[in-house]
């Protein structure tokens, strides 16, 4: 998984300074009342960082594991991240984000095809869960920035 570590290093290198250029008060400002601002995309990030170092490590263990899926707006909502200081949102973005790249990069080969089922839907390969990973971050960074640099493979197929 050298390559995906490898892209998921260069994603975080061209977003960080794009993340810190960007104002508190922009980085709090919602493009639409029913949508995330980038606070909160940031925060979902987050969520989504912990939730899968959660899937890559527990499904290294075992062959086929059930885990379960999380309410992700309320996951935003119920941590407060519009009121959360926006510097610190990033560091912990960025740092949480360099240990998964290390993480993937140092995974067991053989464990990438163990299987993950998240709420009872099809099963999904290890090898699989840790690229999508990468592409889903890169889907809700484009939010962000619609000018790139990111480019996303599946950018039509997450909502949220
Ligand atoms: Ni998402």
Redesign the pocket.
Known sequence: MTKTANHLLAVLTAAEPLLRQLSPALAQQKPRPDKWSPKE?IG??ID?ACNNQQKFVRTMATPKLEFPGYA?DFWVSAQHYQEAEWSTLVDLWIAYNRHLAHVIRHVDPATLQHAILIQGAVPFTLGFIMADYVE?LK??LLQIFPEGPFESKFANV???
């Open positions: 995309i979902h990030l989504s992700q889903h889907h809700h997450y909502n949220a």
